[in-house]
């Protein structure tokens, strides 16, 4: 099974709203609500800023949010601020028959 | 504080073997899936195995099927990855996560490096 598709980059002013893209196929994104979003700081481990496609864990900033159409998941950050500025990736289940989880290559996140 | 620590990892030969340790803290890991997800340097995350609550059930991405051997010691609160025939590819940062329902990941230890190199 192939990775998720995201862009490779995305950047924003500190201010405005950026949102990354997440698209896999009805085996995985598309078939389930489980999309979730993690952000990775340079030589630091991934954090979970959404899980189940909008849900967003305690702590997390509200100017973050997700959502669904489809195969298609998205990431929005609004309100962009520098510390904002990391890795994101996108992951979804994908059936405990095969690969249990999918992960996207990873979009970069660059604060102008 | 929910803690995870993993360690066991470094420079090895290919065709050689490491096991990877993960000791686990603030939660009791037998109520929990956990998994092994890797990130080769410079690269995206890529998931590469999982184990259910009390051991019966694991998944192996194909690319390590055969190879790795997912299993955990509740008693310790420890999971391990056993990884034998390491090849250049396998070179990669390597992280235990805690998982809920959905595969999502809301812990992750901070990572051990796998250098596979002759």
């Known amino acids: 099974q192939s990775a998720l598709t995201q862009p490779p980059s995305a950047s924003g002013s500190p201010g405005q709203s950026v949102t990354i893209s997440c698209t896999g196929t009805?085996?995985?994104?598309?078939?389930?609500?489980?999309v979730s979003w993690y952000q990775q700081h340079p030589g630091k481990a991934p954090k979970l800023m959404i899980y189940?496609?909008?849900k967003r864990p305690s702590g997390v900033p509200d100017r973050f949010s997700g959502s669904k159409s489809g195969n298609t998941a998205s990431l929005t950050v609004s309100g962009l601020q520098a510390e904002d500025e990391a890795d994101y990736y996108c992951?979804?289940?994908?059936?405990?028959?095969?690969?249990?989880?999918?992960f996207g290559g990873g979009t970069k996140l660059t604060v102008l | 504080e929910v803690q995870l620590v993993e360690s066991g990892g470094g420079l090895v030969q290919p065709g050689g073997s490491l096991r990877l340790s993960c000791a686990v803290s603030g939660f009791t890991s037998s109520g929990y899936w956990m998994y092994w997800v890797r990130q080769a340097p410079g690269k995206g995350l890529v998931w590469v195995s999982r184990?259910?609550?009390?051991?019966?059930?694991?998944n192996y991405a194909d690319s390590v099927k055969g190879r790795f051997t997912i299993s955990r010691d509740d008693a310790k609160n420890t999971l391990y990855l056993q990884m034998n025939s390491l090849r250049a590819d396998d070179t990669a940062v390597y992280y235990c996560a805690r998982g809920r329902p959905g595969g999502h990941f809301d812990h992750w230890g901070q990572g051990t490096l796998v250098t596979v190199s002759s």
């Open positions: 189940e496609v909008s």
């Open positions: 184990i259910d609550t009390d051991g019966s059930s694991t």
């Open positions: 992951s979804s289940y994908a059936g405990s028959n095969n690969l249990d989880v999918v």
């Open positions: 009805s085996s995985d994104v598309g078939g389930y609500n489980y």
